[in-house]
């Protein structure tokens, strides 16, 4: 039995870390988060840059860098890429700009990589809300802005990435992007309208899809190169937020390997439910894509669902399926009575590791 998720009460009840209310809350976040973006040390340097390289990961910090790598992707002349792991490439010199990120500033393995980057000619950056993270920037003076934390990092996607746009913006890598960001902003606001939980589910995109989804594996396709970082985005957020497993890959790469599994025996494929992101500036012949692959599963699959963003700028776009993924993983967790917040099994796993360092 499912719960009713025009059922406030219930749904308040549910939701310990009143996690829908900080999504309605985006717009107010990411007009704060851009005002932050401004505040960036005055003395940061574009001289001899050749490469940019950020350390992050998790559901905010990673997800944030992909996604300002898609929006980038056409923009930016020199590479960008994310580094998630305990250990540092050995292309790193004193022409890379290493970009550290851990929203709660205690992230095992990115501290371990930002020593190693210490021993490196990098020029170092930080963004932070504070911890251990903090410390060391402090003392290694290193220039660090900080921002809000007490919230999922994986909510404070606002606050993460608006920073880091701002950075570029602020080194002369990017053109000035308010105009864009203003129109995210505006899109936001006219979202959670539509998404929030006073909207009856029959007028509810998010609501209905959550409904669609519910008892199935989510699976995501995007598209290459703007909306895969999107797709990853939603199925961290069925993991993180919905408690599930979920897939995602991008067309046209799709269609070229996973693609056969679709010939996998029905009473396989019925377990599945698919969701293509269209987007404005995607290609025709990735749109035929999406057309051929929705014709092929109509037959094979749980669901398959195409939903497309909405606003004139790709930031804005980019944002308005971002939200509209969010706001699923958050009523797919509740339609189930299960809270969308803690994460205990990630909770579980730092206190495993902190029990084995200690008997080391």
């Known amino acids: 039995m499912y719960v009713d998720l025009d059922d406030l009460h219930t749904l308040s009840k549910l939701d310990s870390g009143q996690a829908l209310q900080e999504t309605i809350n985006y717009p107010h976040q990411f007009r704060e988060a851009w005002e932050l973006a401004g505040r960036w040390p005055e003395n940061l340097s574009r001289d001899e840059i050749r490469q ?24 930016i002349k020199i590479p960008l890429f994310l580094n998630r792991g305990y250990t540092i490439p050995a292309s790193i010199d004193n022409r890379t700009l290493v970009v550290v ?5 205690k992230t095992e393995e990115i501290l371990n990589a930002y020593h190693q980057v210490c021993t490196t000619e990098a020029q170092i950056i930080v963004l932070t809300s504070g911890g251990k993270l903090l410390s060391l920037a ?17 909510i404070a996607v606002g606050y993460i990435f608006l920073p880091l746009l701002g950075l570029l913006q602020r080194l002369g890598f990017v053109g000035d992007k308010s105009a864009e960001v203003k129109e995210t902003i505006n899109i936001l606001s006219e979202l959670s309208g539509q998404y929030g939980p006073i909207v ?38 069925f993991a993180e937020n919905s408690k599930l497993l ?38 025709l012949e990735t749109t035929r894509r999406i057309e051929i ?14 939903v497309a963003s909405v606003g004139k700028s790709r930031l804005a776009r980019l944002f308005s ?3 509209l993924g969010d706001f699923i993983s958050l009523y797919l967790a509740l339609i189930r009575g299960v809270d969308p917040t803690p994460v205990e099994i990630i909770d579980n796993i730092k206190y495993l590791l902190t029990l084995e360092s200690r008997t080391e």
């Open 101 to 105: 990120v851990s929203h709660s500033g």
């Open 293 to 306: 692959s929705q014709e092929l599963l109509a037959s094979r699959a749980a669901g398959v669902r195409k």
């Open 52 to 75: 940019i390289m950020f350390l992050g990961t998790g559901g905010g910090s990673a997800a944030s860098v992909d996604l300002l790598a898609s929006y980038l992707f056409d923009e």
């Open 246 to 283: 979920a897939m995602y890959n991008a067309l046209p790469a799709l269609h070229h390997d996973e693609v056969a599994g679709w010939d996998a025996p029905q009473s396989y494929l019925r377990h599945f439910y698919f969701t293509f992101l269209q987007d404005a500036e995607d290609r």
């Open 138 to 154: 402090r003392e290694n003076k290193h220039p660090y802005l900080l921002i809000p934390g007490g919230m999922m990092p994986r």
């Open 200 to 237: 009856p589910a029959k007028d509810n995109l998010a609501k209905s899809m959550a409904y669609e989804m519910a008892g199935y594996v989510p699976v995501v396709y995007g598209s290459l190169p703007l909306t895969i970082a999107v797709a990853s985005r939603w199925k961290n957020q």
């Open 321 to 323: 399926l971002v939200y």
